[in-house]
C-alpha cells in the first residue's frame, strides 16, 4: 500500500498591510462623499443614508484586525477603492505564478526535494487570473518541475479539494511527489465599498508538497491518513464574474461580479454541514474529536471556527488547538487553513492527529486527516 505524506509547506505573505483603523477611514471618507452627493435626496427620505464602518464593528463580526494585500494605496484610495496591479505583457510572469513560486520554493526546501523530481503541479484557489495557458504549467515551467499541471477553482475549499486530488495521484502510484498551491489574490474580487463585506479578505499564498511516504526524506512529516469532500448547492455565496458577461451585455463592474454573500444563512448552514464532515470523517476512521491535536480550519470567521470547533470536541478549544490566524491575515479563501497549519503545528509528536479542513462557497467542504510521523 503507498502512504501519501505532507513533508513541506511554504507561505508568501505581499508587503502591504492595512489594519482596520485604516480600511474603515478609507470607508468612511467615501460614505461621507456618497452622503453629500446625495443629501437632498436623503434629506428628502428618497435614499437611506449609508452607515459608517468602524474597527470595533470588523473585529466583533469576524475577529479580524489586519490583512495583507498586493497593493495598499489603491484600496485606501476613497476615488478607487480596489487594488491596483499593473497589466503585465504575455511575456512576462503572471502576478499568481510569482506569488506561487515563492511559497513553493519554501514548501521544497522544507521537504528537501528538488523541482525536477514534482511530477504533479496543482494550483488550486478561487479566482485564476486568466483562462489559460494553466497557471499551473506556467509555475511548472518557472520552476523546473517534471511530469504536468493544471488548474482547479472550488472556491475557498480548493486547497483541500487539490490535496485530496495529489494524495490520490501518489496513491495510485501515477506520481511520486505532488506541489499544491493557492495563489489566493482575494482583495481584487473584494466590494472595498460593502459595509458588511469590505473588511473579510486579504491576498496570500501556500504550498504543500506531498510524497510517496517511501521517497520521503524531510525531517517532519505528516501522514495522510483519509480525506473527505463534500458539496452542496448554494447562492448564498456567490460571484458572477465570467468569459459570459461580454456577451450578456451586463456590466463587468457589476457588484454581482464581485464577492456577496448572505453571512447570516452562510454561518446557520455552513457550520452544522463542516462539523458532521469532520465527526463522520474521523468516525470512518475509528477516530473521534478526543483523538485531535490540532484543527487548522478556514479562517473565514472567528465565531465559525468556535462553533465548528465546539461541535467537533465537545469543548471550547484552546488557541493552541483550533490556531486562528485571520486576525493579522483575514480571510485568504482557500489558503487559510494551510498558512495555519504552516504557522501553527509546533509541538505536536509523533502520532499526534490533526485535520486540515477548508469551506466556503458551493458550498463546498474538505477534510484532510493527518498524523505526525
Not at 495598499?72 to 480596489?82: F, K
Not at 525536477?116 to 478561487?126: F, G, K, T
Not at 491518513?225 to 463534500?230: D, F, H, I, Q
Amino acid at each position: 500500500m503507498i502512504n501519501a505524506v505532507i513533508t513541506g509547506t511554504g507561505l508568501y505573505t505581499p508587503e502591504h498591510a492595512i489594519d482596520n483603523a485604516a480600511l474603515v477611514a478609507a470607508f468612511n471618507a467615501w460614505v461621507d462623499a456618497e452622503n453629500g452627493q446625495h443629501a437632498e435626496s436623503i434629506e428628502r427620505g428618497e435614499l437611506e443614508p449609508l452607515a459608517h464602518s468602524s474597527s470595533e464593528f470588523i473585529e466583533k463580526a469576524s475577529g479580524i484586525q489586519s490583512r495583507y494585500v498586493l497593493d495598499a494605496s489603491g484600496i485606501l484610495d476613497p476615488q478607487r477603492m480596489r487594488p491596483k496591479l499593473p497589466q503585465r505583457g504575455n511575456d512576462e510572469p503572471s502576478i499568481q505564478c510569482e506569488m506561487a513560486i515563492a511559497a513553493a520554493r519554501q514548501a521544497l526546501d522544507a521537504a528537501q526535494v528538488d523541482a525536477a523530481d514534482i511530477e504533479l503541479v496543482i494550483v488550486a484557489c478561487s479566482n485564476l487570473e486568466r483562462a489559460y495557458p494553466a497557471v499551473a504549467v506556467e509555475v511548472q515551467q518557472t520552476l523546473g518541475t517534471s511530469g504536468y499541471g493544471f488548474d482547479m477553482n472550488v472556491a475557498c475549499s480548493s486547497a483541500t479539494f487539490a490535496l485530496e486530488t495529489a494524495a490520490n495521484a501518489i496513491a495510485s502510484g501515477s506520481v511520486k511527489r505532488a506541489l499544491v498551491v493557492n495563489p489566493e489574490i482575494c482583495s481584487a474580487h473584494l466590494n472595498f465599498r460593502d459595509r458588511d463585506s469590505h473588511f473579510i479578505f486579504g491576498d496570500a499564498c501556500t504550498a504543500v508538497v506531498l510524497e510517496n511516504s517511501a521517497d520521503a526524506v524531510a525531517v517532519e512529516q505528516f501522514e495522510i491518513l483519509g480525506t473527505r469532500l463534500v458539496t452542496k448547492f448554494s447562492n448564498a455565496i456567490r460571484n458572477n464574474a465570467g468569459f459570459l458577461n461580454r456577451v450578456t451585455d451586463s456590466d463587468p463592474m457589476a457588484l454581482d461580479k464581485l464577492f456577496v454573500q448572505e453571512g447570516r444563512r452562510v454561518f446557520r448552514e455552513v457550520c452544522p454541514m463542516v462539523a458532521k464532515l469532520i465527526t463522520d470523517h474521523l468516525a470512518s476512521l475509528e477516530l473521534s474529536g478526543s483523538d485531535l491535536k490540532r484543527m487548522w480550519l478556514h479562517q473565514a470567521n472567528r465565531h465559525m471556527n468556535d462553533l465548528i470547533a465546539r461541535k467537533v470536541l465537545g469543548y471550547d478549544p484552546s488557541d493552541i488547538q483550533a490556531p486562528i490566524i485571520l486576525d493579522r491575515y483575514a480571510n485568504t479563501s482557500s489558503a487559510g487553513s494551510i498558512i495555519a497549519f504552516h504557522l501553527h503545528r509546533e509541538g505536536l509528536v509523533a502520532g499526534d492527529i490533526g485535520v486540515i479542513c477548508s469551506f466556503g462557497a458551493g458550498y463546498s467542504a474538505g477534510n484532510v486527516v493527518i498524523r505526525r510521523l
